[in-house]
């Protein structure tokens, strides 16, 4: 990185210009002080070379191009000791092509409080370059590195005495580590890197500040048409140590014995758990009948799909993978929760605002599947609802049951927010969306010490409120802590008292009207539509038909429903189509398993009365036994009855006598419908045409005629031949 020495004078005269005016418009904790003339110069530059760019929203990650890279890995304690030093450690990366010397690394900070939540948020948008407090460069508080190749990083160590630290009024202050080095061509005044965060300084006091932490678990969970979950390598990825899931498991882990709150979903550890089963399709073999909420392992003949030939090596340890990271998750995850507070989300994190407006049946079977004890470890979960965003309509809080926990972003609400509202009905408990955003940068905003620092920060604000309001700080969903080593011991604070949501919720509260409640636009725009519901629906009735036709299967139909609430998540607004393509599928996917219970009629039947008996077959091209009915269907009133359930056996066939009935003459076309013992089509059937002669009557008039006709000649034929026998005894005496 070349630097001409000749460009130096320009740039400070531009400096001086622009200094005043941006001095001005900066916040008012970053007010320039002069630190020496060369450093002041050096700051102006770096001022002027900015000055044209647009300065950053609030909570946005300014952007910061330097060639030194500085990084604040641990800051002990957490906030202004009233004696003692504070310790700063991390390192500093060289992103040049260019060798740097004599690198120093300075701490630094600001000379005047930040005394109010909105000054803090003004403060993390501030430009990385904008001057924000002086360095402190007194012998000892520095460390020197000798020499930093390029895209090497080299460790520091900075011990500050409190002596050295020119603070005393309550607020939160500027803290970082500045690096200055030099390059081949020389050393340019001002910092070359930078790291900043915010560090509290609270008057002795003996209160505290309640502040509760939550840690949300909740992932997509998509899965194949067979029922078994998709993605496995990710999955894997997410599963293993460094992934986001046990990142963020191993992180709730280290609060140790310290109150802690989790926002689970609990579809999450049941997904985990059939991952590390060795994630086979949904099984139709039959239940274990012990036990009515577990199945039998599935072998390749219990699924309904069979298999495509032997699994590949690559397969196998790709299984194998799985199966490792989600079990050493699950016992992870178990160890984390036992001794914390747990809050049940809906099962498959359903988006409950979406449900709140097109399906809020829906919501309710999610809640009752989620209940109040996480299996198999019989852990207590209390039931809640929050989005990731925070926001939630009106509609969905009035879903939730009163004594349901309800957490809301405090954007949500207008003006000042309280921590516990008393809506209408409800009562909401509000978090701190800028603690959540973490620290200032240049550096990653959400590094454990940056989003620590923050959390510690806004609690000593609130320290200063009357009344000292709870902190309540969701983190983010998508957070992958990066160390979790020294973040709750940095907690460990005098006047930050640790607690769970419902510790902090115990509080009376703030009457909030429900016009307080702000429900953005982009929010409802992002909202799954009915669509999406449709075919959650759609699943969940495939799912019970199936399980209905399974003679000795009870638990199907709970493991499509678990999928089809998936479907519905707030995750699935990412990727609304595909999510409901994936229920589409799978729906398709049992009504082929149900179309191979076929039945077949006889090409036609012909009644020689009023009723008559026919065979019909039906057959079962699954691999377990099926109890089914057959319906049927006439274009003419007739009546055709047949046994209550038909059983038949795998891959078997079973012939049924059917009773037909009927007062009308002609032909009558008749379908005939395999159900379920609900009655709900299997999808097969098939045809014939009824005869109904109805010809008895004439019949019987024929033959009672006959009859009539035949006894009548008979009694003739009889009277001729007793007269003639008469006549032939007369004419015989006669003669005589």
């Given at each position: 990185?070349?630097?001409?020495?000749?460009?130096?004078?320009?740039?400070?005269?531009?400096?001086?210009?622009?200094?005043?005016?941006?001095?001005?418009?900066?916040?008012?904790?970053?007010?320039?002080?002069?630190?020496?003339?060369?450093?002041?110069?050096?700051?102006?530059?770096?001022?002027?070379?900015?000055?044209?760019?647009?300065?950053p929203?609030?909570?946005?990650?300014?952007?910061?191009?330097?060639?030194?890279?500085?990084?604040?890995?641990?800051?002990?304690?957490?906030?202004?000791?009233?004696?003692?030093?504070?310790?700063?450690?991390?390192?500093?990366?060289?992103?040049?092509?260019?060798?740097?010397?004599?690198?120093?690394?300075?701490?630094?900070?600001?000379?005047?409080?930040?005394?109010?939540?909105?000054?803090?948020?003004d403060?993390?948008?501030?430009?990385?370059?904008?001057?924000?407090?002086?360095?402190?460069?007194?012998?000892?508080?520095?460390?020197?590195?000798?020499?930093?190749?390029?895209?090497?990083?080299?460790?520091?160590?900075?011990?500050?005495?409190?002596?050295?630290?020119?603070?005393?009024?309550?607020?939160?202050?500027?803290?970082?580590?500045?690096a200055?080095?030099?390059?081949?061509?020389?050393?340019?005044?001002?910092?070359?890197?930078?790291?900043?965060?915010?560090?509290?300084?609270?008057?002795?006091t003996?209160?505290?500040?309640?502040?509760a932490?939550?840690?949300?678990?909740?992932?997509?969970?998509?899965?194949?048409?067979?029922?078994?979950?998709?993605?496995?390598?990710?999955?894997?990825?997410?599963?293993?140590?460094?992934?986001?899931?046990?990142?963020?498991?191993?992180?709730?882990?280290?609060?140790?014995?310290?109150?802690?709150?989790?926002?689970?979903?609990?579809?999450?550890?049941?997904?985990?758990?059939?991952?590390?089963?060795?994630?086979?399709?949904?099984?139709?073999?039959?239940?274990?009948?012990?036990?009515?909420?577990?199945?039998?392992?599935?072998?390749?003949?219990?699924?309904?799909?069979?298999?495509?030939?032997?699994?590949?090596?690559?397969?196998?340890?790709?299984?194998?993978?799985?199966t490792?990271?989600?079990?050493?998750?699950?016992?992870?995850?178990?160890?984390?929760?036992?001794?914390?507070?747990?809050?049940?989300l809906?099962?498959?994190?359903?988006?409950?605002?979406?449900?709140?407006?097109s399906?809020?049946?829906?919501?309710?079977?999610?809640?009752?599947?989620?209940?109040?004890?996480?299996?198999?470890?019989?852990?207590?979960?209390?039931?809640?609802?929050?989005?990731?965003?925070?926001?939630?309509?009106?509609?969905?809080?009035?879903?939730?049951?009163?004594?349901?926990?309800?957490?809301?972003?405090?954007?949500?609400?207008?003006?000042?927010?309280?921590?516990?509202?008393?809506?209408?009905?409800?009562?909401?408990?509000?978090?701190?969306?800028?603690?959540?955003?973490?620290?200032?940068?240049?550096?990653?905003?959400?590094?454990s010490v940056?989003?620590?620092?923050r959390?510690?920060?806004?609690?000593?604000?609130?320290?200063?409120?009357?009344?000292?309001?709870?902190?309540?700080?969701?983190?983010?969903?998508?957070?992958?802590?990066?160390?979790?080593?020294?973040?709750?011991?940095?907690?460990?604070?005098?006047?930050?008292?640790?607690?769970?949501?419902?510790?902090?919720?115990?509080r009376t509260?703030?009457?909030?009207?429900?016009?307080?409640?702000?429900?953005?636009?982009?929010?409802?725009?992002?909202?799954?539509?009915?669509?999406?519901?449709?075919?959650?629906?759609?699943?969940?009735?495939?799912?019970?038909?199936?399980?209905?036709?399974?003679?000795?299967?009870?638990?199907?139909?709970?493991?499509?429903?678990?999928?089809?609430?998936?479907?519905?998540?707030?995750?699935?607004?990412?990727?609304?189509?595909?999510?409901?393509?994936?229920?589409?599928?799978?729906?398709?996917?049992?009504?082929?398993?149900?179309?191979?219970?076929?039945?077949?009629?006889?090409?036609?039947?012909?009644?020689?009365?009023?009723?008559?008996?026919?065979?019909?077959?039906?057959?079962?091209?699954?691999?377990?036994?099926?109890?089914?009915?057959?319906?049927?269907?006439?274009?003419?009133?007739?009546?055709?009855?047949?046994?209550?359930?038909?059983?038949?056996?795998?891959?078997?066939?079973?012939?049924?006598?059917?009773?037909?009935?009927?007062?009308?003459?002609?032909?009558?076309?008749?379908?005939?419908?395999?159900?379920?013992?609900?009655?709900?089509?299997?999808?097969?059937?098939?045809?014939?045409?009824?005869?109904?002669?109805?010809?008895?009557?004439?019949?019987w008039?024929?033959?009672g005629?006959?009859?009539?006709?035949?006894?009548?000649?008979?009694?003739?034929?009889?009277?001729?031949?007793?007269?003639?026998?008469?006549?032939?005894?007369?004419?015989?005496?006669?003669?005589?």
């Open positions: 990185m070349v630097r001409p020495a000749s460009l130096l004078p320009a740039l400070v005269a531009a400096a001086a210009a622009l200094t005043g005016p941006l001095a001005l418009a900066g916040p008012a904790c970053a007010l320039p002080v002069p630190e020496t003339s060369s450093i002041a110069a050096g700051s102006a530059v770096r001022t002027a070379l900015h000055a044209a760019a647009p300065r929203r609030a909570g946005a990650a300014p952007r910061y191009d330097a060639p030194l890279d500085v990084s604040i890995d641990t800051l002990t304690p957490a906030y202004v000791p009233r004696r003692g030093p504070i310790r700063v450690t991390g390192s500093v990366t060289n992103n040049s092509d260019e060798v740097w010397t004599d690198v120093r690394a300075y701490s630094f900070i600001s000379s005047t409080p930040m005394t109010s939540a909105e000054e803090l948020k403060a993390a948008a501030v430009d990385p370059e904008e001057y924000v407090g002086d360095r402190i460069t007194e012998p000892g508080t520095f460390d020197t590195i000798d020499q930093i190749d390029p895209g090497a990083s080299a460790p520091y160590s900075i011990k500050v005495p409190r002596k050295d630290l020119p603070v005393s009024a309550a607020g939160v202050y500027w803290f970082g580590v500045h200055l080095g030099a390059t081949p061509e020389g050393r340019v005044d001002g910092a070359d890197g930078r790291a900043r965060t915010f560090l509290p300084l609270v008057d002795p003996r209160k505290s500040v309640d502040t932490l939550v840690v949300p678990l909740r992932r997509d969970i998509s899965w194949a048409p067979d029922g078994s979950l998709e993605d496995g390598p990710g999955w894997t990825d997410d599963l293993a140590p460094g992934g986001r899931l046990r990142s963020l498991v191993d992180f709730g882990a280290s609060a140790g014995s310290r109150p802690i709150t989790w926002l689970l979903d609990p579809a999450l550890p049941d997904a985990v758990r059939r991952l590390a089963d060795g994630n086979a399709p949904r099984s139709i073999a039959p239940t274990d009948t012990t036990d009515p909420g577990a199945t039998e392992s599935p072998s390749p003949s219990d699924s309904a799909s069979p298999s495509d030939g032997a699994t590949t090596a690559d397969q196998q340890a790709a299984d194998s993978a799985a490792v990271a989600g079990d050493a998750w699950l016992d992870r995850l178990h160890d984390a929760l036992r001794n914390s507070e747990i809050l049940a809906p099962y498959g994190d359903l988006d409950v605002s979406a449900a709140a407006a399906d809020p049946g829906l919501y309710e079977r999610a809640r009752r599947r989620s209940g109040t004890t996480l299996a198999p470890w019989g852990l207590s979960m209390h039931p809640a609802i929050g989005a990731p965003s925070g926001y939630l309509s009106t509609q969905a809080i009035h879903l939730a049951d009163p004594s349901d926990t309800v957490l809301v972003t405090d954007r949500m609400i207008d003006g000042d927010a309280p921590t516990v509202a008393r809506a209408p009905g409800h009562t909401l408990v509000t978090t701190s969306n800028a603690a959540s955003t973490g620290g200032p940068g240049p550096e990653d905003r959400l590094t940056a989003l620590r620092q959390i510690v920060s806004e609690a000593a604000l609130r320290l200063l409120e009357p009344g000292r309001p709870p902190l309540v700080v969701v983190l983010p969903h998508d957070w992958v802590p990066t160390d979790t080593s020294g973040f709750f011991e940095g907690l460990d604070i005098p006047w930050l008292d640790l607690t769970t949501v419902s510790g902090a919720a115990s509260g703030r009457p909030v009207p429900e016009d307080a409640l702000h429900y953005p636009q982009r929010q409802a725009d992002r909202e799954l539509d009915v669509a999406n519901f449709t075919s959650a629906e759609a699943l969940v009735d495939a799912g019970k038909t199936l399980q209905n036709v399974l003679t000795q299967n009870t638990t199907v139909a709970r493991a499509v429903a678990d999928q089809a609430m998936t479907s519905t998540s707030y995750s699935a607004r990412l990727h609304p189509d595909g999510s409901r393509a994936s229920a589409d599928r799978s729906r398709e996917w049992i009504d082929g398993q149900l179309a191979s219970i076929a039945v077949e009629a006889p090409s036609a039947v012909t009644l020689s009365s009023t009723t008559g008996r026919f065979a019909a077959t039906v057959s079962n091209g699954l691999d377990q036994p099926v109890t089914v009915r057959i319906k049927a269907l006439s274009d003419q009133p007739m009546t055709i009855e047949g046994p209550q359930e038909v059983v038949v056996a795998p891959h078997g066939r079973n012939t049924v006598l059917l009773n037909a009935h009927t007062s009308t003459l002609g032909v009558h076309n008749v379908t005939l419908v395999v159900t379920d013992l609900d009655g709900t089509p299997l999808g097969s059937s098939d045809q014939l045409p009824i005869r109904s002669a109805q010809v008895s009557t004439v019949i008039v024929i033959l005629t006959g009859v009539v006709l035949l006894f009548g000649a008979i009694a003739v034929r009889l009277v001729r031949r007793v007269r003639a026998a008469r006549r032939a005894r007369s004419a015989a005496g006669s003669v005589a």
